[in-house]
């Protein structure tokens, strides 16, 4: 009864919605939450205290959300370019001797961005797709003494695998490699706690568990690691003040906002304050286990079918189903109906949020069963 509540929170859409691994839906309330703060602020003389204030308010849930303080993140637009305004940051990685290790399963554009930001004689090593990412054995086997920055993603979305961050972070701490963790398939539905897993940095944005919509990204820094970083794509917000206005005198940020750049947006972050403020308030872990148990359905349903992990310490909260040769049929069928899901190399992705009921995973059941029983067209 408690999750119907929280379901009206948000914008419907007709039928079933189980895309949150590419967008979370929106909270009814964020149209007024963003009249009230960005353009109440703009009608202003001078909007810019007030925008900045509302930045702010997006650090400090994200310092609520990751129990971090909120000086150690930094906006970003997305996360491709918040990991080439990292690994440019890293004196090590200009090296000749540079490895930089990470997984064929990785979001594609993170390749993209590292193959164009690093020079071209740091060696780029990918743990091939075949491996269990969920095993820390494979990472202590592949991170080895020569790598010099591990990017991980904690949640995979095109195999439903969680990583074992805390275990990695470690070996990687152990033998001197930088960890970059890529968390937007965790951030809203998978607990993260920066006080206890210490990376050197994170990155992520808001528009999918976080129901934040786009652009609201970030970047959070290891205090250990800030002081060695220089970031090359600075602009005045990077400064330590950036209303010095002189031309000759640039001087780092000394916190996690010498990352920064130039004029910020300010819509996104005000959008995302506030979800990120809801879910937070219900508790990640609350949020955690309604979208397991839902993914448990499931699993029952279609133990045959599933290719994601059955294990709830190894599974995102994507799963991962694979019909075979009743995949298209089913796939067509559940558009008919306005079931919402995708499909990726591995099968149908379905990404169950509190705004899901099991109702919604009973009726998903149905119509497959249903799509089964019907003649192949
Ligand atoms: C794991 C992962 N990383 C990164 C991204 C997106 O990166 P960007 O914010 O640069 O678009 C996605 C988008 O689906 C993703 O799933």
Request: proline residues 6%; negative net charge; aromatic residues 10%.
């Amino acid at each position: 009864m408690k999750n119907k509540i929280y379901s009206a929170d948000f914008h419907p859409v007709e039928g079933i919605y189980l895309l949150s691994h590419a967008v979370g839906r929106p909270l009814i309330s964020a149209e007024q939450w963003l009249s009230n703060t960005f353009f109440t602020a703009w009608k202003k003389a001078q909007p810019w205290s007030e925008w900045l204030a509302t930045i702010d308010a997006f650090r400090t849930s994200l310092g609520h959300l990751f129990n971090a303080p909120m000086t150690e993140f930094c906006p970003q637009t997305n996360l491709s370019s918040a990991v080439v305004k990292v690994v440019m940051s890293i004196e090590a990685l200009q090296k000749p001797s540079a490895v930089v290790l990470l997984s064929e399963v990785d979001f594609p554009s993170m390749g993209f961005a590292l193959q164009h930001a690093l020079p071209s004689h740091c060696e780029l090593r990918f743990i091939p797709a075949d491996q269990d990412l969920t095993d820390a054995n494979v990472w202590d086997q592949y991170l080895t003494k020569d790598v010099t920055l591990t990017l991980i993603s904690h949640a995979y979305s095109n195999t439903g695998q969680l990583a074992p961050l805390s275990e990695i972070i470690r070996l990687a701490n152990q033998r001197h490699i930088l960890s970059l963790v890529d968390n937007v398939q965790s951030a809203g539905i998978i607990p993260l706690d920066l006080s206890h897993t210490k990376p050197a940095f994170v990155i992520g944005s808001c528009v999918k568990w976080l129901c934040g919509g786009p652009g609201a990204g970030y970047l959070w820094v290891n205090p250990d690691y800030l002081d060695s970083c220089e970031p090359k794509d600075v602009g005045w917000f990077s400064h330590q003040d950036p209303f010095e206005f002189d031309i000759h005198n640039f001087k780092f940020a000394n916190s996690s906002l010498k990352f920064w750049g130039g004029t910020p947006s300010v819509v996104p972050f005000a959008i995302a304050t506030q979800s990120i403020n809801y879910l937070h308030d219900i508790g990640i872990a609350k949020l955690h286990q309604h979208n397991q148990k839902l993914l448990d359905m499931l699993t029952q349903a279609f133990g045959d079918e599933c290719r994601s992990p059955a294990n709830t310490l190894s599974r995102s909260g994507t799963l991962i189903l694979n019909f075979g040769r009743q995949h298209q049929q089913i796939s067509r069928s559940l558009r008919a109906q306005h079931i919402t899901v995708d499909n990726r190399t591995m099968g149908m992705r379905i990404s169950p949020h509190i705004y899901n009921q099991p109702a919604d995973i009973t009726d998903f059941i149905d119509a497959v069963h249903r799509a089964t029983q019907q003649k192949f067209t």
